[in-house]
């Protein structure tokens, strides 16, 4: 691999997880490929981690972004983990194509990692070949840009590269590299490949590390692990709540794509519902509904109890306690679940105050959206409209508008007690409930064209998301939900 002095861009990097014990991860180089050619890349984001860029030389930045070139200062590994796949068990999967080049401290003091997924294969490919797809890459790049715009913590996008090479799947596909950023990508999964292996002492390093980098106020706790255990499990149940907020249905919710952090990481088969459907599956490979909409609260709790067993050693020396003290904080992640599930739906309906009954309300308006056919998002927002007295905007959404029209009168009752302005109701619902999300068939036309070498229609997406709390009358088309022909069914994960 030859050097990379003078080719930007330039990384400040400060790699602390490759300082870590070798059993932690393999080192391996990214594989150069044929004809990196830059496709997108997040300037915005770039400045926020201090990466400075040359964008008079697009081919010698496509050139690092790909992994042609390791840049100074990387450290380039394969994190190992395992991983509960649907249920079943795995003891070693570990990054088959992903290679994290370093980590960098932002412009806010935050370590971050600087990944390229699809740069080759590692020692953990299992027979695959390491690369990504042209589709899968701008899918990811395309939603967890949206995912940040509309408030919900996810991984970042800072590239997409081409890499003039074809991979093969189903079918015989572009080649890319995606160039990710999150506060870590250490998983639940992680943990159980230690665990798997009766390494406690890798369990405890693990842990340590990770208190140090995400949770350092819990360093001085009575019981650092099980504190750790607790910040973990309210993050996820947070970042859940938010997901059903927004109608976003993961796909694939295996404890190896579940992060510490709490960030929303591997945007495979992914998808966000369109009519309200609490059972609605995507993914292709979900064939059970193990990860449906409404099933996402209940798998999280079950990978937090994952994380749990792998940390029972550091809990408590009694065995019995360890148990008990982390069978309380699976009991309060259901609590925590539902404070904030009914904390995002209070403030999806337009409610500042909390009441007795808010949850029972919140219900009787999703019953009348799945039986009325009502598209979630559209549904939400116009709520802002019928709080202005535009009952019809609303009420058009629905197949049978009576039940959502009874459903307003009790609204409008419990939006009384709190005694507000009707345009300042309005404007509370307009600032959540987004007009704009990654609609399916909006996704699928972007990737479509850019297959052909179009990329207008990835771009003009993009911009659509980037405000997705604003009435933009130049994108009305990406807040219409599909026509019968533009229905997506099902999404696929592109490994």
Request: hydrophobic fraction near 45%; proline fraction near 6%.
């Amino acid at each position: 691999m030859r050097s990379a002095r003078g080719v930007l861009p330039v990384f400040q990097f400060d790699n602390s997880y490759a300082r870590l014990p070798d059993r932690f991860f393999a080192s391996v180089y990214p594989e150069p490929v044929e004809g990196p050619k830059l496709l997108k890349f997040n300037a915005e984001l770039a400045a926020e981690l201090g990466v400075e860029a040359d964008f008079s030389d697009p081919a010698r930045l496509a050139a690092v972004l790909a992994g042609n070139v390791v840049p100074p200062g990387a450290m380039p590994i394969a994190m190992a983990y395992a991983g509960h796949q649907f249920g079943n068990f795995v003891p070693q999967l570990g990054d088959g194509r992903a290679i994290l080049l370093g980590e960098v401290v932002d412009r806010n003091g935050i370590r971050r990692d600087i990944q390229l997924k699809g740069a080759g294969p590692t020692p953990y490919s299992r027979r695959g070949d390491g690369r990504a797809a042209l589709g899968p890459v701008l899918r990811e790049y395309i939603v967890s840009e949206a995912m940040n715009a509309l408030g919900v913590p996810a991984t970042r996008a800072l590239a997409a590269v081409a890499t003039g090479e074809q991979v093969y799947r189903e079918t015989v596909e572009q080649g890319a590299v995606f160039v990710r950023v999150a506060a870590s990508h250490v998983r639940i999964g992680t943990f159980q490949f230690f665990a798997a292996r009766g390494d406690n002492d890798g369990v405890k390093l693990l842990a340590d590390y990770v208190i140090e980098r995400h949770y350092p106020g819990l360093k001085t706790a009575e019981n650092p692990y099980l504190a750790l255990l607790q910040g973990v499990a309210a993050r996820q149940a947070e970042l859940i709540a938010r997901w059903l907020g927004v109608g976003f249905i993961h796909g694939v919710m295996n404890t190896d794509n579940m992060t510490i952090s709490g960030e929303t990481i591997d945007f495979g088969p992914c998808a966000f519902l369109d009519e309200y459907d609490p059972m609605k599956v995507f993914s292709s490979i979900d064939q059970g509904g193990r990860y449906a909409y409404r099933n996402q609260p209940g798998i999280g709790q079950w990978n937090i109890a994952r994380l749990a067993e792998c940390l029972l050693p550091l809990l408590d020396e009694d065995e019995e306690k360890a148990v008990e003290a982390a069978n309380a904080v699976l009991k309060a992640f259901g609590e925590r679940f539902q404070q904030e599930w009914i904390g995002v739906f209070r403030a999806k309906i337009g409610l500042a105050t909390e009441a007795d009954g808010d949850g029972e309300l919140i219900q009787a308006l999703l019953a009348a959206m799945h039986e009325g056919q009502a598209d979630f998002t559209l549904a939400f927002r116009r709520l802002a409209d019928a709080a202005e007295g535009r009952d019809a905007a609303f009420l058009g959404g629905f197949a049978d508008p009576d039940k959502a029209q009874a459903w307003l009168a009790d609204w409008r009752g419990r939006l009384a007690t709190e005694a507000r302005p009707a345009g300042e109701t309005a404007a509370r619902l307009r600032a959540v409930n987004p007009a704009v999300i990654p609609r399916n068939h909006k996704v699928q036309e972007a990737l479509s064209a850019a297959n052909y070498g179009d990329f207008g229609f990835f771009e003009r997406l993009l911009e659509a998301l980037e405000k997705p709390y604003e009435d933009r009358p130049e994108f009305e088309g990406y807040t219409q939900p599909p026509k019968p022909e533009e229905r997506v069914t099902q999404t696929f994960c592109g490994t």
